[in-house]
């Protein structure tokens, strides 16, 4: 073997090395699934039919004892350089229509995607912003929501010098339906502006 | 067994054109160093990179935080640093140690923020670890230019071979996941899964309202988006380009009915690559057009 063909067999070792570790970290499908989804899954495809169970049973398998143990080799390398292989981009849309608002003395001055009420649009429409936002009108309890409460009273204090109170509430609606609803607020008030606790709302 | 891999040794080792990962190497980071001015430009670089302590949005850090001891403005520092590798990377000067610093800053800036760190930074990052294997620095560089070395007009497909690969279980991975999840994408009835991601005013861009009564584009739509995704093996087959026009759809698509950022370009800059059959005889012959006689 010359040293250029020896070259070559090393390139190719190389190629399947590491197309192998982007195979085991993000293995489409079996990235998804939990330990315990893999488990409960042989479990339900050998109660439809057996030959599913043994099929599931040799996936699982090959998920537990050889992916993950070999994912695991790559994580150091995937936490350095911040390289996770999970790609679950966008598997499903939102239930329900929900949105951000924020309220200035008593007047909505921001409402996502809302060009009437575009204070700071461009700012909350960020794509670094956009998932605190996100989390902000979806989940009262989200632990990103601080973060976004602090920043959006601090801005309302720049741009509202006089403003006395400020309400960051979350609405929301049916796909299709025009009138929303008020789901929860967090409230701010001059002159130490801490945000107060997660005010939840019934549904009218 | 031997001869299936000396088939593979062949195709990994057989020259190809360095401009698609070239065009490649000079794409992404410009979207990179444009997604950063706009942080700046917005005001918010400063609030996204510094600690929560500092006046910062996260109110935690990722594990592998490193530079806690640097201050609270190391953050900002290393928005900078990384404009300056990705603007060496795209420029071609010193690419290979301009994309280890900068991949590792732009890492450490995902762990600093992570909320912020989305899936098309994770995906540029590899791709330009990708390309730190290859030879796409020896082509349209500045560096070739300054030192008088003749451009490396070809050189072994291996690495074009890893971002095709890395394409297809991107693709794969999002395809089989959303059907896992939402076995809806492929209905043909209720309520569009399409239509509840493009209408959804925290991340698309049309209304919920004015959309609701049209159904079957959004259906056609989903389906197209699985088969892309479930079908993106064939991204690794000679039909290749033709497969690809349905990506760049899909992106156009998204980035057209969603307000994701630079994901819809940072995706397309990979189809210089998929698409690398067209483009590259059309520069040549434009070229050779162009040429005196």
Known sequence: MTRSEARDHLRALAVVVAATALLVTGFPGLDFASR????????????????????????????LELRRPLARLVRPVERTFRVAQEFHLYRDGPRRVDRLEVL???????????????????QFGNRHLRPMVGTAAQKPDAVNQKGICRWIVARVQEDFPTAKEVVIRSSRTEFGVEAPWVRFSRVARAPDWTVSRVRKMTRP | MMGLWRRFVGSCSRPVDTRPLAALRILLPLCVIFDLLRSIQLGLAGVYYRPWDAGGLSTFVGDEWALAGLGPDAGLWLVGLIIVCMALVSSGLGVRPAIVVGVLAYAQLGHLYPPGDRAIDRIIRTALLILLFSQSHRRWALGDRLLGRAPVARAAAAPQHLILW?????????????????????????????????????????????????????????????????????????WRRWFGLLGVGLHLGIGLTMHLGMFSAGMLCFYVVVLAEWWIPGLDRWRVGRAPP
């Open chain 1, 36 to 63: 315990k989804e893999m488990r409960e899954g042989v479990s339900v495809a050998g109660r439809i039919a057996a030959p599913l169970g043994t099929l599931m049973a040799g996936v699982a398998w090959f998920d």
């Open chain 1, 104 to 122: 200035v003395d008593g007047e909505v001055v921001y409402r996502t995607r809302d060009a009437r009420h575009g204070w700071r649009a461009a």
């Open chain 2, 166 to 238: 890395f394409l297809v279980l991107i693709y794969m991975a999002a395809g089989v996941s959303k059907l896992m999840q939402q076995p809806a994408w492929l209905a043909v009835s209720g309520t569009p899964v399409l239509y509840r991601v493009v209408t959804d005013p925290l991340a698309g861009a049309w209304d919920h309202m004015t959309w609701s009564r049209i159904g079957l584009p959004f259906f056609v739509a989903s389906w197209a988006t699985i088969i892309f995704e479930v079908g993106a093996f064939v991204l690794l087959t000679r």
